[in-house]
C-alpha cells in the first residue's frame, strides 16, 4: 500500500473518529452500487487500521438500465465475494414504483434504498448504514438545494450522519481522489450511463454548472463543501437555541403545538421561523413540503386584525390563531364540534357528552360571581326540567345586571373565548330561556331574592 493510500485511510480515519460515526467492531452495512464511490469506500473500510469492522454488503438493483443493471449487480456480489463478506441485494422496477406512488424516478430511487436498506440494518442489527457521498456529492448537494431556494438547514448539505443512522465517512474526501486510491491500488468499478444523462438536475450540476464556477474558483468543490460544513456547525448551535425557544413558547398537546402568541412574537423572525419548522416537524416527522411562502402565510395570520383566523399546511396541518394563541394541528387530532343535548331533572350529577359535568345542589348560600363556575337559581322561577346543550348561531341571553339581551356569541367575542372552545361550552335553558353560559355569563333570571328557600345551586366542573 503507497504512502497516499495510507494517507487515504488516515483521513478516512480521522474523520470516523472526529465524527463518531462508528465503533471498533461495530456491524455496518454498506450500501454498495459498483461505482467508484461504494467500491472505494468499502475497501477503504476494509483498510481501517484496529477497526475489524463486520461489513454487510447490500446492493438494490433499480432495474433502469436493463443488462447493465444486471451486470452492476453482479459485479457487486462478486466483489463481496472477493472480501469474504455477506452480500444481500434486491430488485425493484423503480420506473413501476415511480408510477405507483406519482413520484419522479429520483425520489421512487430514494425511497426504495431507505426501505432496503433500514430491513437489512435491522435483520443485522448493524450500528450504520454507511453510505459513499463525497465533497464533489456535497458540493453539488449544495449548488441544488441553492437554486431550488433553502435555509441554512438545507445549506449545511449531507450530515455526516443523520437520524436514520447513515454515516458518510467520504464527505472530506473528493472524486479525483477516490479515483486515484482505486487506480494505485488496481481496483476496478462499474461506471453508470445514466450519470452523464443531463435530464437530472445534479447532473445538469455537475457537467454544466461547476465547470463554468471553477472558471471563477478553481477550488469550488471544497469550498462548497467546507461552507456546508461550517453552516451545519452553526446549525446544531441554532438548533439548541431553537429547542429552548420552543419550550418556552409553545405546548405539545395530543396531536397539536400551541404557541403563546405574546411570547412568540417576542422572538427574534429568523428564530419564529425555525420554531414553527420545529413545531411541524414534531408533529409529522419531516419537513417535507414545508416552504418560505408557508412560514410567511403563518405571519400573516399572526399579524392580522382578525383575532379568529386559520390556513392549511401540507402534511394535513392546520394553523388556527385565536386571539393570543397560534396552534398547528394535526388534521386527525382535530376533535369535530358535536351537537349534543341533556336534560337536567333534578338535582344531581350530570356528565356531559363533551367532558366534564354540571353538579346541582340544593343550597342556602347564594353566590353571583360574574364568569364563575356557579351559578344560583331561584327554582320556582327556573323549575325543572332544564335542557343543556352547545352552543348555536342566534343565541341570546339577558346577562346578569342588565334588561334587554344579548347574542352569545358577542359574549364570546367579549371574552376572547377561542372559536374551538365555543362549541364546548355548555348553554343551560329553562324552556326557552338561556339562563346560564356554563362558566362564562349568568342570566338575570338567576337572580334570586332574599329569603328564597327553593335556591339551587349549579357547578360547571370542567374536563
Not at 222 to 233: F, P, W
Not at 259 to 265: A, G, N, R
Request: charged residues 25%.
Amino acid at each position: 500500500m503507497t504512502v497516499a493510500d495510507n494517507f487515504l485511510i488516515n483521513r478516512v480515519e480521522r474523520t470516523v473518529r472526529k465524527q463518531n460515526l462508528f465503533l471498533a467492531g461495530d456491524t455496518l452495512v454498506v450500501a454498495v452500487s459498483g461505482g467508484a464511490d461504494s467500491s472505494a469506500l468499502l475497501d477503504l473500510l476494509i483498510n481501517l487500521p484496529c477497526y475489524n469492522l463486520h461489513l454487510i454488503v447490500a446492493h438494490l438493483n433499480h432495474c433502469l438500465r436493463g443488462d447493465e443493471s444486471d451486470a452492476d449487480e453482479n459485479f457487486c456480489r462478486d466483489l463481496a465475494s472477493r472480501y469474504s463478506l455477506r452480500f444481500e441485494e434486491r430488485r425493484i422496477d423503480i420506473n413501476s414504483l415511480a408510477s405507483d406512488l406519482h413520484l419522479n424516478i429520483e425520489d421512487a430511487g430514494r425511497r426504495a434504498r431507505i426501505e432496503f436498506f433500514n430491513e437489512i440494518s435491522r435483520k443485522y442489527g448493524a450500528a450504520a448504514v454507511v453510505l459513499a457521498h463525497h465533497a464533489d456529492d456535497q458540493a453539488e448537494t449544495v449548488l441544488m438545494r441553492l437554486l431550488r431556494g433553502s435555509g441554512m438547514t438545507g445549506l449545511s448539505g449531507m450530515a455526516y450522519r443523520n437520524a436514520r443512522g447513515y454515516v458518510r465517512p467520504l464527505l472530506d474526501i473528493t472524486r479525483v481522489e477516490i479515483e486515484q486510491y482505486l487506480n494505485e491500488r488496481s481496483l476496478e468499478w462499474r461506471e453508470d450511463a445514466s450519470n452523464s444523462d443531463t435530464i437530472y438536475l445534479r447532473n445538469r450540476i455537475r457537467h454544466h454548472l461547476l465547470p463554468l464556477l471553477e472558471d471563477y474558483n478553481p477550488a469550488i468543490r471544497s469550498c462548497l463543501a467546507t461552507t456546508a460544513s461550517i453552516i451545519s456547525g452553526d446549525g446544531v448551535l441554532l438548533e439548541e437555541l431553537t429547542e429552548r425557544s420552543f419550550l418556552e413558547s409553545c405546548r405539545m398537546g395530543e396531536g397539536r403545538a400551541v404557541f403563546s402568541l405574546c411570547k412568540f412574537l417576542t422572538l427574534n423572525t429568523a428564530l419564529q421561523r425555525r420554531v414553527l419548522r420545529h413545531a411541524f416537524k414534531q408533529l409529522t416527522g419531516t419537513l417535507e413540503g414545508v416552504s418560505a411562502r408557508h412560514l410567511e402565510a403563518i405571519f400573516d395570520l399572526t399579524d392580522s386584525d382578525r383575532p379568529n383566523s386559520r390556513l392549511s399546511l401540507p402534511q394535513g396541518i392546520v394553523v388556527v390563531r385565536e386571539y393570543d394563541t397560534l396552534m398547528l394541528i394535526r388534521t386527525g387530532e382535530v376533535v369535530l364540534d358535536t351537537d349534543y343535548e341533556l336534560l337536567i331533572t333534578e338535582p344531581g350529577c350530570y356528565h356531559l357528552p363533551s367532558g366534564g359535568s354540571v353538579v346541582v345542589d340544593l343550597t342556602s348560600e347564594v353566590s353571583f360571581a360574574t364568569g364563575s363556575q356557579i351559578a344560583c337559581f331561584d327554582i320556582t322561577k327556573t323549575p325543572f326540567p332544564w335542557f343543556v346543550r352547545t352552543f348555536r348561531p342566534g343565541d341570546r341571553i339577558t346577562p346578569f345586571g342588565m334588561s334587554g339581551r344579548k347574542k352569545v356569541k358577542e359574549i364570546f367575542i367579549d371574552r376572547k373565548i377561542p372559536i374551538s372552545e365555543r362549541r364546548h361550552i355548555p348553554l343551560v335553558f329553562c324552556g326557552d330561556d338561556l339562563i346560564w353560559i356554563a362558566g362564562v355569563c349568568c342570566s338575570e333570571l338567576t337572580r334570586v331574592c332574599e329569603g328564597v328557600d327553593n335556591a339551587v345551586k349549579a357547578t360547571l366542573i370542567r374536563p
